[in-house]
């Protein structure tokens, strides 16, 4: 079961819409009609995918996920995506924010059996971005986190997210990479904010004990004011060969 499964009734008010530039850019490197998504949980890139003139079927491992996606109108097939069999070969296998969850002895190999020849692999995420300027209370808080026992692991503020590119090529499945990065930025209030965190592996699995202390003092350092959240994504989108 996807650990996101506890979210699931959160998951689509709480987290962020992708901008429309990335589903623009999206179907203008990988044209097609039909598209298989990874882990579509409650179709934040589908629908605007179907918007954009694909069929899409979708795979989402998380029961609660899948079924509020089918409440949605979606197709879904409630299943790993390296379980997923099918007979019909795809245009287009795209992940928005799930990619890195699949099996990395899988992933590629399954993607290029599911595609047609001269198919595409796209995938996406949507993580957080410090560029100059970014809100302060991202850094005051971390002395918080360090006394949760839950530091952030590597050096702050956290560098630009790194491409895959080289993990592509490096698969022999696919090539003609192209990449777009897109930087945007949302404000919460406390309240929407800690909603937020709520949807994410990494605040999910804390005790309660963790998660009280820390929503406390994100409540009490921004009061009524709200905060500023940058997001980033790294489009990739290669072509199948062979």
């Known amino acids: 079961m996807s650990v ?43 629908r605007p995918l179907i918007a954009r003139g694909f069929r899409v079927t979708c795979v989402e491992r998380g029961p609660a996920l899948a079924a509020r996606a089918r409440e949605l109108g979606l197709d879904v097939h409630n299943t790993r995506f390296e379980d997923f069999e099918s007979e019909e070969r795809f245009d287009l296998v795209f992940a928005a924010t799930a990619w890195h969850w699949i099996d990395a002895d899988v ?22 971005a410090f ?22 692991p590597g050096e702050w503020p956290p560098p630009p997210a790194a491409d895959n590119v080289a993990e592509i090529e490096a698969s022999g499945l696919f090539g003609e990479v192209e990449v777009r990065r897109y930087l945007w930025e949302l404000q919460y209030t406390a309240d929407e904010y800690i909603a937020l965190l709520d949807t994410f592996s990494g605040h999910i699995e804390m005790t309660a004990q963790q998660r009280e202390r820390l929503y406390g003092e994100i409540r009490r350092r921004l009061g009524d004011r709200k905060v500023r959240r940058h997001w980033e994504a790294v489009l990739h989108v290669a072509r199948r060969i062979g």
């Open 131 to 152: 560029p100059d300027g970014f809100d302060p209370f991202f850094t005051e808080i971390q002395e918080v986190y360090d006394e949760i026992n839950e530091s952030y």
């Open 4 to 46: 996101f499964d506890a979210a699931a009734d959160r998951y689509d008010d709480a987290r962020p819409e992708y901008p429309d530039e990335v589903l623009d850019d999206l179907v203008a490197l990988a044209p097609g009609e039909r598209a298989l998504e990874i882990g579509c949980a409650t179709g934040k890139a589908t």
């Open 107 to 128: 992933k590629y190999v399954k993607a290029h059996e599911l595609l047609r020849p001269a198919g595409h692999l796209a995938f996406w995420g949507a993580s957080h």
